[in-house]
């Protein structure tokens, strides 16, 4: 079997949770064979780890990116580096796997839906929730009418990211604490909130939202209300409340409303979705919690073997970091403001259009055509 070589960059919390264990569990596909850290200690003792040797560790990911034995790099760096990081590995040639948002501003994030096109090189976006079972089931069920025609939902999330920083957690690093791009959690977190209800409801027409200002610099709100209009004419209310605590069970979560049922996802980690019909039917459907990563690496190999299209590209990334940008924009304005121009977006239930890895070693058994540059996006346009 064809075997990626991969050049790490930024080896912090998110490659030791998230990124090393869906590659450990994907060790006859993918390779780590260099990494990249600026803290030369970090990529030292990393090196040490995976049993590289020390000529492999890098302190500047641009003595890395023009490597021919690296098939491609995996970007895990602070949100403020995302987009200079991957343009930088695009330049070079390299396909790349980022970390979401795919930038830290609007301007850096509509660049990064062009970087596949203006360097004809394949890019992820590893937004996990558009990759999790519990959202593709939910997704499959709106899209096929499993409980009827949806006609609203409610979503609340809750994060206490006050306790968190204490703990051995995402908020525990600085960048995160004294966030220095737009939003701080929303963009970080509410984000994955957002692609998930983009996933399972597609384009958003309109959204209108209200905040709840705070002092601390991880947010500049505490809590926001988003009411969001979609193109397939639902309409929903996402609340995102990042300084606080949500102690009755059950969770309010994500509860759909169709004309023949309920759907109702308490939280990501819970493995049932609850499904109430009509007539008084119950279903408990389960699911693997927290697949996104191993999904997220087994797309992206399987598009470099021709097999399938990228699912989120940098395009269909783009419209969800604008939906954030939105949020924030009408939180300061008070206006409403329109999302997605085109109802061409749709989630996940296109025709994959195959492309292929444009360099490395993996070349001779590609022989079809050259890579497309639109290379399996879902057709959604970035706006301008
Ligand atoms: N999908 C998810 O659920 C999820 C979860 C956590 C983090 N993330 C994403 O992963 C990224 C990293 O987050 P994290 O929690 O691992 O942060 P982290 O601070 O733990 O790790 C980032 C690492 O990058 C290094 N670094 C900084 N600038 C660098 C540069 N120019 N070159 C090389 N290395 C550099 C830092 O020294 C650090 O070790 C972020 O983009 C974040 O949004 C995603």
Redesign the pocket.
Known sequence: MTMLRVGI???????E??HYPAYQELNDKYELVAV????IN?ANMWAQKLGISPQNAY???RQMIHRPDIDLVDI????S??FI?AEAAAAAGKPVIC???LAPTPEQARHHAELPRRFGVPIMI???YRYNEEINIISDMVVTGYVGRPVYFVQNRVVFFPGDMYQDK?PA?E??QRADFPGGSLL?TAL?DVAALRHIFGAIDRLQAFGVPQDDPFSPYAAVNTNMLFKNGITGNFSFYCAGKEMQRPLIGLRIFCTSGEIFLEERDCGTINVAHNDGRTEQISYRPQR??YNELLNFYNAAMGKEAIAVTPEMEYGDAKTIFDILHSVRTGQVVEVDRTEHYTPGHEQPQVYHMPHGHMDHIHHHHRPNPDYGGHGHQPHH
């Open positions: 960059i930024g080896t912090g919390m998110a490659l949770k998230l990249c850290d600026e803290d970090k302190s500047d990911f895990m760096v602070p949100i580096q995302n990081v970390e979401k948002p590893a937004e996990n995402f690093v960048w995160r970080d994955h996104g990563f």
